[in-house]
């Protein structure tokens, strides 16, 4: 059984840093791509980043390029959320998933979540 494990969730102001870790377990880590997900309240849960196997490809949503950087250790079964110059509309519960990439064509790919169950979310909230 897999087990995602988020954490690093807190309150920062406005232009402040966090450090996302979604640490998995049960399942061969570097066989699957791994995204970062995050719901806010009253809204559907949307994409934010994902990163391959082998970290060597990332996409991320428009909403956060330039700001977050997905990154990923195989070695400790763990996936990464840097997250600089936060924004009050960054605010909500975010979640890691593994992931599936669809390919659009020229567009970049869309990311689903690979399993259909979550773990407990880190709450990320920015104060302004």
């Known amino acids: 059984q897999v087990q995602l494990v988020e954490s690093g969730g807190g309150l920062v102001q406005v232009g402040g840093s966090l450090r996302l870790s979604c640490a998995s377990s049960g399942r061969v880590f570097s066989r699957y791509g791994m995204g970062w997900f995050r719901q806010a309240p009253g809204k559907e849960r949307e994409f934010v980043a994902s990163i391959s196997r082998n970290g060597g490809t990332t996409y991320y949503a428009d909403s956060v390029k330039g700001r977050f950087t997905i990154s990923r250790d195989n070695t400790k079964n763990t996936v990464y959320l840097q997250m600089n110059s936060l924004k009050p509309e960054d605010t909500a519960v975010y979640y890691c998933?593994?992931?599936?990439?669809?390919?659009?064509?020229?567009?970049?790919?869309?990311?689903?979540?690979?399993?259909?169950?979550w773990g407990q979310g880190t709450q990320v909230t920015v104060s302004s």
């Open positions: 998933n593994a992931v599936k990439c669809l390919p659009l064509g020229t567009v970049q790919p869309m990311c689903v979540p690979f399993y259909d169950f």
